[in-house]
């Protein structure tokens, strides 16, 4: 069974940074794309970065030159490096992968900018 696992998130002041982590198991397979979402109560879930099998990578125009996505040369591992973080960026943040044509997802990191 496939899981994702986040971490790193936390609280942290603005202008600050912070890594996030998704731990993915439960595949021989790489993932063919994994990504990260995030949302706050009452709104639809939205797209901050993703990264493809191939490599290229797509961000939100909130987030570009301030994130960046990776991963592990496995493919089964993705980082959000989140630099000069603004109190906007506060949300529950949320991995996804995609794996022989099925979409998985973390339980979400909550990851909060303030002073």
């Known amino acids: 069974q496939v899981q994702l696992v986040e971490s790193g998130g936390g609280l942290v002041q603005p202008g600050g940074s912070l890594r996030l982590s998704c731990a993915g198991s439960g595949t021989i397979f790489g993932f063919s794309r994994m990504g990260w979402y995030r949302q706050a109560p009452g709104k639809q879930r939205e797209l901050v970065a993703q990264i493809f099998r191939v490599g290229s990578t797509n961000y939100a125009d909130s987030v570009k030159g301030r994130f960046t996505i990776s991963r592990d040369s496995a493919k089964t591992t993705a980082y959000l490096q989140m630099n000069s973080l603004k109190p906007e960026d506060t949300d529950v943040y949320y991995c996804?992968?995609?794996?022989?044509?099925?979409?998985?997802w973390g339980q979400g990191t909550q990851v909060t900018v303030s002073s």
């Open positions: 996804d992968a995609v794996v022989l044509g099925a979409d998985y």
